[in-house]
Nanobody, 115 residues
């Protein structure tokens, strides 16, 4: 089992920044990728960014250049630095760990961007 706990969400004005954290615990051996997803009210959950075991990062087009995904292996924590936030970034943000083909999800953290 893998446990994921997100933190760092909140209310911010447009143009502001937030850093989300995802603490990973449990059976973390063989986790081969970590990702961030988000879900706005009335919309489907969408992919935001991923980081592989090699450290290679990929981003959805709508956040590329504004969001940065990183990890601290010593702390078993993944981060999502979000800059130049827009009202359309408002959503619940979830981190997801993939291990042996199975996805593990955190409980989510709310990000609200006011205009």
């Amino acid at each position: 089992q893998v446990q994921l706990v997100e933190s760092g969400g909140g209310l911010v004005q447009a143009g502001g920044s937030l850093r989300l954290s995802c603490a990973v615990s449990g059976s973390i051996f063989s986790i081969n990728a970590m990702g961030w997803f988000r879900q706005a009210p009335g919309k489907q959950r969408e992919w935001v960014a991923s980081i592989g075991s090699s450290g290679r990062t990929t981003y959805a087009g709508y956040v590329k250049g504004r969001f940065t995904n990183s990890n601290d292996n010593a702390k078993n924590t993944v981060y999502l630095q979000m800059n130049s936030l827009k009202p359309e970034d408002t959503a619940v943000y979830y981190c997801c760990g993939t291990k042996l083909g199975e996805n593990y999800w955190g409980q989510g953290t709310q990000v609200t961007v006011s205009s």
